[in-house]
């Protein structure tokens, strides 16, 4: 089973600020199977980000994925305040599902 | 537009059961494959199963694996999770997601609450 390691644990910024969120596989993710949701408090999750760099519909463009392979990462390039929650990453398919335990962001 | 809607969810002491439901509109049910995903106070998001869209392949995390079983109704657009031998650690908030490759659209949820 392939284990997703996100980093850092949390992320404190000021709005105008650019977030970088890390993930880490275990082992190559087939086809870069990678997708990023956030997710706010009393909320479902919200797809950012799959296929590790293509923006979901309805995803501002201050979020971009990138990575291939073990690595990717999720840049938010000017943080606004409605930024705030928790993003996770997952592998998806084509016979494994998983997530990584997710990186808190809090705006200063 | 698309929605999912889970229900079903309670307070249920342990070693009891509970069956989940997800209804879901606004789109073909029978062509996604449709997945369980919970997630534990205090805790990240966590799989749990999926059901193609026919229905004949099945897969489980190995946490619930012989005690939950996932089946759909194509025929009522729903999408069921028994949860049988119930545990204290299977407390979460239990969704429901459309799979088109990656989740497209979610539920908000149901609370389950494993406690004696």
């Known amino acids: 089973e392939t284990v997703l390691t996100q980093f850092p644990d949390t992320l404190s910024l000021s709005p105008g600020e650019r977030a970088t969120l890390s993930c880490r596989a275990s082992?190559?993710?087939?086809?870069?199977?990678l997708a990023w949701y956030q997710q706010k408090p009393g909320q479902a999750p919200w797809l950012l980000s799959y296929a590790a760099s293509t923006r979901a519909t309805g995803a501002p463009e201050r979020f971009s994925g990138s990575g291939s392979g073990t690595d990717f990462t999720l840049t938010i390039s000017r943080l606004e305040p409605e930024d705030f929650g928790v993003y996770y990453c997952q592998q998806y398919g084509p016979s494994t599902w998983t997530f990584g335990q997710g990186t808190k962001v809090e705006i200063k | 537009q698309v929605q999912l809607m889970e229900s079903g969810g309670g307070v249920v002491q342990p070693g009891r059961s509970l069956r989940l439901s997800c209804a879901a509109s606004?789109?073909?049910?029978?062509?996604?494959?449709i997945h369980w995903v919970r997630r534990a106070p205090g805790k990240g998001l966590e799989w749990v199963a999926v059901?193609?869209?026919?229905?004949?392949?099945?897969y489980y995390a190995d946490s619930v694996k012989g005690r939950f079983i996932i089946s759909r109704d194509n025929s009522k657009n729903t999408l069921y999770l028994q949860m049988n031998n119930l545990r204290v650690e299977d407390t979460a908030l239990y969704y429901c997601?459309?799979?088109?490759?990656?989740?497209?659209?979610w539920g908000q949820g149901t609370l389950v609450t494993v406690s004696s």
């Open positions: 606004g789109f073909t049910f029978s062509t996604y494959g």
């Open positions: 082992q190559t993710i087939p086809g870069n199977y």
């Open positions: 997601a459309r799979a088109s490759g990656p989740y497209d659209y």
């Open positions: 059901i193609w869209p026919d229905g004949n392949i099945k």
